[in-house]
C-alpha cells in the first residue's frame, strides 16, 4: 500500500511498482521464463521504484503480490512464484491461494502514462488476464464490488457496539 514520490516524483502503489519492474524484465528478455527476486529490486532500482528508507518494494515482490503465497496481509495476484526467490508475472489459468482476490494487474489511472503499453502488451502475453477466474470475483470490474471497503472511515474513531450504544440511550 506504501506510495512512492522518489526520484521519479511520481507517486503510485508498490504492487504496481513492482508490475511494471517485472513486466519490463519480461518485455526484455522475452525468452526469459522467470526471475529472481534479486533482479526484480534491481530493475525497480532502476526505474526508480524503489526508496531507500523503506523496503515496501522488496516485500511486495516477494509476497504480497505473488498469487500461490498465502496472502500475509497483501492479497493480490500480480506474481506467479514459478521456484523459490523466482517470479514472474501472473497469467490466467495459474492456481493461487485462497483468500487472493486483490488486483491482477495496475489500472491504467493510477501509473505513469509512460508504463501503459505494459498493460497493452500484457493482454496478448498473460491470456488476458486481466478479468479474474470465474472463481474469484473481479472486484475492479463490478461497480458494487468496488464499493467493499468504502465508509470504512466512519467507524475510525468509534467502535460499532459504542454507536449502537449512543443510539439507544433513552429506550425503555
Not at 521519479?8 to 527476486?37: C, M, Q, Y
Request: net charge positive; glycine share 8%; hydrophobic share 35%.
Amino acid at each position: 500500500m506504501t506510495m512512492l514520490a522518489a526520484e521519479t516524483g511520481v507517486r503510485f502503489f508498490a504492487a504496481d511498482r513492482v508490475w511494471i519492474a517485472v513486466a519490463l524484465l519480461h518485455k526484455e528478455n522475452p525468452n526469459r521464463p522467470d526471475f529472481s527476486e534479486a533482479e526484480i529490486v534491481d530493475r525497480g532500482k532502476r526505474e526508480g521504484f524503489v526508496e531507500k528508507k523503506s523496503n515496501a518494494f522488496a516485500v511486495h515482490a516477494n509476497q504480497h503480490c505473488v498469487a500461490n503465497r498465502v496472502p500475509n496481509p497483501g492479497n493480490h495476484r500480480m506474481l506467479f512464484e514459478t521456484q523459490k526467490g523466482r517470479r514472474r508475472l501472473y497469467r490466467a489459468g495459474d492456481p493461487f491461494m485462497p483468500g487472493r482476490s486483490g488486483k491482477l494487474i495496475p489500472r491504467r489511472e493510477d501509473i505513469p502514462s509512460k508504463y501503459h503499453y505494459l498493460l497493452d502488451w500484457y493482454q496478448k502475453w498473460g491470456g488476458g488476464s486481466s478479468a479474474a477466474p470465474s472463481s474469484e470475483p473481479d472486484f475492479d470490474a463490478d461497480p458494487l464490488l468496488r464499493l467493499r471497503g468504502s465508509g470504512r472511515e466512519i467507524w475510525k474513531h468509534e467502535h460499532a457496539d459504542e454507536f449502537v450504544r449512543r443510539l439507544r440511550e433513552g429506550w425503555e
